[in-house]
């Protein structure tokens, strides 16, 4: 057997991921409720700043104080505190008496959405302490971490002193590992463009620092081991000192293998140092195999060490010519394309197309800037004023190429079709092309071998698939990953905190956006509908219906609106005729027209129709007057799929009279299937009218956690019960999706259901 040492690592690697499948991550509890205030003890093992703000991570945390009978250890918690002085502030290696209010990383509430509590856990970290005060720190420290830290602080503070500090920020990313400070632009930029890879300390970084080391030492005449011995060693420093993340890990474990493998003159395996890499890491923390930074890292090596062959069109035999290199590097980049395609598609739903093309230049062009900013550390280092003005001039250069990497990407966004939005794949699909990506390596391998033999050789007979289907091939499982299918007609009620969102999705596929904002949650657009739309692959809302103005329905769309590249396409906005014209209406009315957006007006009877799907407008009637926003809310009656919903916005008790006014004279059926309880289940709305008139199946409440208004209503949701309806609140449940098919529909929430005498 070729390499036994790679198969059973990977063995290794395969049964670990199958125990997770079978044996998923529960959700962690502890005894101390959200808010707490304790004190707990522990080894400080990391510190860093983030924006102004200490954090330490300590490791075998245990509640201080208590006794020793009744002390368990709660494991890993990072601490948030104000910055310390520097004979006073903690060293790395220290025990430290830490006291501060206990603060959980949430779990997603919404499809698409971001699950900190995942997160973190697949990290190792428990939860989190904020408004942290330092009570004591022990003498006892490590002086080998404690010296990387001051280290890397001093590095830090030569890029601060040269550069601009956007500019320094990157820097501090590329070089030195601390993502802390790059601003959320500039990460958005390079994550889209699909180079965000340059911030993570890889093979690239240890590649160019470790073997030029080495190259180095060997020319001072130094034995060669002593050369290799150095030179890992300092790599080892280095990835402890910018932190040692996965992909820092893989690169010095290879780096250290592939000089081992010189010193004992056997040939490199690649494959094999990876997959002991692999294993030491997830022996370690076996969670790491859900980490994304890790499943990408490792699957580009995996790519060009399995994959290159089998994406080459020519074998070159000679000196490769220039246009040899170019053809060459693009199978290189097509064969980690292969890996990391459904990685990028479950964690980001998307896919930068001109990513191939933009790291033909990136990469080559990465190490220039790592050499300049190296030397730009270096000279600044020198304690002079003329090795600060040298250290400016060569952040000059730095400056120069950062701003080519920002303009190329900004460059490669603004062509057609440069982010593929595909949505979160199907499980199978990823199945099939992972068995898709195995079947070309294992027929390249095996026909590259059976057309060696005799026979074949003899009588020419190649057994290899020709490039041109291997291409087709390939071509056909990216299709299939790539493909979404419309999953029938949907009503989803997003998990926005103190707001309203609802999505629909018609048989047709259209989609439709009714209200989107928050007054709980900042920034609900960007991390939570946006993400949502993505996840299903939605790159179009055909209308987006605002029922009333105020800032918890259209917070998020505004946000949409006021992204410059629209990354959602919005057709039309519908709003009611009766909007007061103020701020708000002002601030709208203007980025419609900055993004050209139409904005129409409804009134009572209008209607508005898809394939299978229905809106027709309740209130507020032509010559309604309101006072305020709530009371001109747009109520709608749709109608999907054979299921009958009344949505209500903000209404007030007038609007739900003209409702069933509207709802009588038109001699419609007066049930409803499902009803969207008005102003978050407020007291003053969901009148005792409107729910014995319309007797709605199911209800649901949109609302926050620990609301300030007391919503729901205790009254208002009485009155539902009162009436046999079956009541669901998003705080409770997360995400609401009604699924419907002939006439019938089906209810599932995100989460599990919490029962405080209300689903």
């Known amino acids: 057997m070729r390499r036994p040492l790679c198969c059973v690592c990977a063995a290794f690697v395969v049964t670990l991921f199958l125990y997770l499948i079978i044996n998923p991550l529960a959700e962690q509890k502890f005894d101390f409720p959200e808010g707490t205030r304790i004190t707990l003890i522990g080894e400080l093992t990391q510190k860093e700043y983030k924006k102004e703000t200490l954090v330490l991570r300590l490791e075998n945390v245990r509640e201080w104080g208590s006794s020793t009978k009744d002390n368990k250890e709660l494991g890993c918690v990072l601490c948030y505190m104000e910055p310390c002085e520097e004979d006073t502030e903690p060293k790395v290696g220290s025990m430290v008496a830490v006291e501060g209010k206990i603060s959980y990383f949430d779990r997603a509430r919404n499809p698409g959405g971001f699950d900190a509590q995942r997160y973190y856990q697949t990290l190792g970290v428990d939860f989190r302490l904020y408004k942290t005060e330092l009570i004591t720190s022990s003498s006892n420290y490590s002086a080998y971490y404690e010296t990387l830290y001051q280290l890397r602080h001093y590095l830090e503070g030569i890029f601060e002193r040269v550069l601009p500090a956007e500019d320094a920020a990157v820097m501090k990313a590329i070089l030195?590992?601390?993502?802390?400070?790059?601003?959320?632009?500039?990460?958005?930029?390079?994550?889209?463009?699909?180079?965000?890879?340059?911030?993570?300390?890889?093979?690239?970084?240890?590649?160019?620092?470790?073997?030029?080391?080495?190259?180095?030492?060997?020319?001072?005449?130094?034995?060669?081991?002593?050369?290799?011995?150095?030179?890992?060693?300092?790599?080892?420093?280095?990835?402890?000192?910018?932190?040692?993340?996965?992909?820092?890990?893989?690169?010095?474990?290879?780096?250290?293998?592939?000089?081992?493998?010189?010193?004992?003159?056997?040939?490199?395996?690649?494959?094999?140092?990876?997959?002991?890499?692999?294993?030491?890491?997830?022996?370690?923390?076996?969670?790491?195999?859900?980490?994304?930074?890790?499943?990408?890292?490792?699957?580009?090596?995996?790519?060009?060490?399995?994959?290159?062959?089998?994406?080459?069109?020519?074998?070159?035999?000679?000196?490769?010519?220039?246009?040899?290199?170019?053809?060459?590097?693009?199978?290189?980049?097509?064969?980690?394309?292969?890996?990391?395609?459904?990685?990028?598609?479950?964690?980001?739903?998307?896919?930068?197309?001109?990513?191939?093309?933009?790291?033909?230049?990136?990469?080559?062009?990465?190490?220039?800037?790592?050499?300049?900013?190296?030397?730009?550390?270096?000279?600044?280092?020198?304690?002079?004023?003329?090795?600060l003005s040298i250290a400016k001039v060569l952040g000059l250069a730095c400056h120069g190429i950062l701003s080519c990497f920002a303009w190329l990407c900004e460059w490669s966004l603004k062509l057609p079709f440069a982010n593929w939005l595909t949505g979160s794949p199907d499980n199978w699909k990823i199945c099939i092309f992972a068995g898709v990506v195995i079947f070309l390596y294992v027929s390249y391998q095996y026909g590259k071998?059976?057309?060696?033999?005799?026979?074949?050789?003899?009588?020419?007979?190649?057994?290899?698939?020709?490039?041109?289907?291997?291409?087709?091939?390939?071509?056909?499982?990216?299709?299939?990953?790539?493909?979404?299918?419309?999953?029938g007609t949907s009503l989803t009620f997003l998990d926005v905190g103190q707001g309203d969102c609802i999505c629909i999705e018609s048989a047709g596929g259209e989609h439709f956006l009714i209200d989107g904002g928050s007054t709980s949650e900042s920034k609900v657009g960007d991390y939570t509908i946006l993400p949502y739309l993505k996840y299903n692959g939605i790159s179009k809302l055909d209308a987006v219906f605002l029922t009333h103005l105020d800032s918890d329905h259209i917070s998020g769309v505004?946000?949409?609106?006021?992204?410059?590249?629209?990354?959602?396409?919005?057709?039309?906005?519908?709003?009611?005729?009766?909007?007061i014209e103020d701020e708000a209406y002002y601030k709208l009315v203007m980025l419609c027209n900055a993004r050209k957006v139409p904005i129409y007006r409804l009134k009572a009877g209008d209607q508005i129709k898809a394939q299978g799907l229905q809106f027709e407008v309740l209130h507020p009637c032509a010559d309604y007057k309101a006072d305020s926003?709530?009371?001109?809310?747009?109520?709608?009656?749709?109608?999907?799929?054979?299921?009958?919903?009344?949505?209500?916005?903000?209404?007030?008790?007038?609007?739900?009279?003209?409702?069933?006014?509207?709802?009588?004279?038109?001699?419609?059926?007066?049930?409803?299937?499902?009803?969207?309880?008005?102003h978050h289940g407020s007291k003053y709305s969901n009148t005792e009218e409107i729910l014995t008139y319309t007797r709605p199946k199911t209800v649901v409440?949109?609302?926050?956690?620990?609301?300030?208004?007391?919503?729901?209503?205790?009254?208002?949701?009485?009155?539902?019960?009162?009436?046999?309806?079956?009541?669901?609140?998003?705080?409770?449940?997360?995400?609401?999706?009604?699924?419907?098919?002939?006439?019938?529909?089906?209810?599932?929430t995100y989460r599990k259901l919490k029962t405080e005498g209300v689903q």
Do not use: W
């Open 701 to 748: 409440i949109s609302c926050g956690e620990d609301n300030r208004y007391g919503h729901p209503h205790t009254e208002a949701v009485e009155r539902m019960r009162q009436i046999g309806s079956n009541i669901i609140i998003t705080k409770n449940t997360g995400a609401i999706t009604i699924k419907i098919k002939n006439g019938n529909y089906k209810i599932e």
């Open 558 to 579: 505004m946000e949409l609106l006021e992204d410059n590249k629209m990354e959602i396409k919005i057709n039309r906005i519908c709003i009611s005729n009766a909007v």
């Open 449 to 487: 071998k059976l057309s060696k033999e005799a026979v074949c050789e003899k009588r020419g007979i190649g057994i290899e698939l020709p490039f041109g289907i291997r291409l087709l091939i390939i071509l056909a499982a990216v299709i299939l990953v790539s493909s979404s299918s419309i999953d």
């Open 629 to 678: 926003r709530n009371a001109y809310s747009l109520v709608m009656k749709l109608e999907l799929g054979g299921v009958t919903a009344l949505l209500t916005g903000d209404v007030e008790s007038d609007g739900e009279y003209a409702s069933i006014e509207q709802l009588y004279e038109d001699k419609d059926v007066s049930e409803i299937d499902i009803y969207k309880a008005a």
């Open 176 to 387: 030195l590992g601390n993502k802390s400070e790059l601003d959320e632009q500039s990460k958005q930029l390079f994550q889209k463009s699909g180079i965000a890879h340059i911030f993570a300390i890889s093979g690239l970084h240890i590649t160019l620092l470790g073997m030029g080391l080495y190259r180095i030492l060997r020319k001072t005449h130094l034995a060669q081991p002593v050369c290799a011995v150095l030179a890992v060693v300092l790599m080892i420093a280095y990835g402890d000192m910018v932190g040692m993340s996965s992909s820092a890990y893989r690169a010095v474990f290879m780096f250290g293998m592939q000089l081992v493998a010189q010193l004992l003159r056997r040939t490199y395996d690649m494959l094999t140092a990876l997959a002991l890499a692999a294993v030491l890491i997830l022996l370690e923390q076996p969670l790491y195999l859900y980490y994304a930074g890790f499943q990408l890292s490792f699957g580009a090596i995996l790519g060009v060490g399995c994959l290159s062959e089998v994406m080459q069109p020519f074998s070159c035999k000679k000196k490769p010519r220039f246009i040899d290199k170019i053809v060459l590097s693009l199978c290189g980049s097509l064969s980690i394309f292969l890996i990391h395609f459904p990685i990028m598609l479950c964690v980001y739903y998307e896919f930068p197309i001109y990513s191939f093309l933009l790291n033909l230049i990136i990469i080559p062009a990465m190490s220039i800037l790592m050499v300049v900013g190296l030397l730009c550390l270096g000279v600044g280092c020198l304690p002079c004023a003329v090795g």
